[in-house]
């Protein structure tokens, strides 16, 4: 399987998203479980399949594209939209949490921020779970630390890291919008329902005065790259856990809306968190 990631990694961009577009209508076409959810987050947001349809190409362009973003030499060409608003944080000495929803190309948001501003400010940190297949494992473990990045393991050990480099003046990225576990959240309504949403992203910033970037990495189309939409949260955070958590699901649903076709609505946002021996916290 490594080699088959090697050989995917040296196609073309086009040839990558065409492949991909193909395999996330499969899966739409396969999946009743899969489809239902798709079409019912959909509709939880206001829209029908029509208005988000691309949205399922995107989904197989995700998993297509992985490989030449994990392990190719160099990253498809990314043009960045509201640096500004990272600099001005850059020069107040502030670190950063960047914050993204499952949109477009997530994976090119830490890469691209990276590739411009790790140089400078050092690397970005994020947060890594290993896959449980060795291979797999193996081929993240060398995605995840590209230079400028440093990746993290989901535990506490990780989150102590990732204060670290917000206090030193540093990047962290997280998935706002991922279900954490069993522990590591609260309830808080996304369009409109409740779903069970990290706590973490909320409590880095509390704790370290970080600024607040929200990220969008958008595909154009042909395979000619990305677009890395940046802007700041709207209003400074909360001082309440609860109401900074809400905030920030609101600033997702703002990131989602500003591109609803390029949006996973087959991920299963409003599951019931799995338990963990472990929970994570950042109060150590």
Known sequence: MPSVFRFLSALPLRLLHAIGALLGWVAFGASATYRRRFLENAA????????????VGHAGRMV????????????????????ECVERAWEAGRGIVFLT???????????EGARRWAPEHGPFTILYRPARQPWLARVMQTARNRPGIHAVPTTLQGVRQMLKALRAGRAVGLLPDQVP???QGLWSPFFGRDAYTMTLAARLVQQTGAAVILARC??????????????????????????????????MEHLIRQSPGQYLWGYARYKQPRAEAHTVETGA
């Open 44 to 55: 939880r947001a206001g829209y029908r399949l029509r208005e988000v349809r691309s949205a």
């Open 64 to 83: 297509a594209e992985a490989p030449r973003l994990w392990l190719a030499p160099a990253l498809p060409p990314c043009e960045v939209r509201g640096a």
């Open 101 to 111: 929803p499952h949109i477009g190309c997530f994976e090119m948001s830490v890469q």
């Open 181 to 183: 576990p069993q522990g």
């Open 218 to 251: 958008e595909r154009l189309p042909s395979g000619r790259g990305y677009v890395l939409h940046l802007e700041d949260l709207p209003e400074p955070l909360a001082p309440t856990l609860d109401a900074a958590v809400r905030q920030i699901n609101q600033a």
